[in-house]
């Protein structure tokens, strides 16, 4: 079984930024791709990004490009999610996300992932 537990989210002004971080405990998540999801008020769980094990091959979307970095660190079993320039629109509860890599996957596709942290809070003001 895997643990994941999200930290990093707070209040900042539009502009500002944020750093994510995701910890994984309960086992080795070698070969494992990880993500990050969020969900706003009334809106289904939205697609952030992925990265693979290995960390060379990221998956994102054209609207957070240049915004939005993730990375992970496997020896800390920790995977982070640099937010910058946030917008109010970015407010959600923002959520880390583990599934076995397999060629040809969607990585945006919340359903297929198996372990999910608690959510972490990001608001962001205007």
């Known amino acids: 079984q895997v643990q994941l537990v999200e930290s990093g989210g707070g209040s900042v002004q539009a502009g500002g930024s944020l750093r994510l971080s995701c910890a994984a405990s309960?086992?080795?998540?070698?070969?494992?791709?990880m993500a990050w999801f969020r969900q706003a008020p009334g809106k289904e769980r939205e697609f952030v990004a992925a990265i693979s094990w290995s960390g060379g091959t990221i998956f994102t979307t054209e609207s957070k490009k240049g915004r939005f970095t993730i990375s992970r660190d496997n020896a800390k079993n920790t995977v982070y999610l640099q937010m910058n320039s946030l917008k109010p629109e970015d407010k959600a509860v923002y959520y880390c996300?583990?599934?076995?890599?397999?060629?040809?996957?969607?990585?945006?596709?919340?359903?297929?992932?198996?372990?999910w942290g608690q959510g972490t809070q990001v608001t962001v003001s205007s």
């Open positions: 996300a583990a599934v076995y890599e397999v060629v040809g996957r969607d990585y945006s596709r919340a359903y297929d992932y198996a372990y």
């Open positions: 309960g086992r080795t998540l070698s070969s494992y791709a």
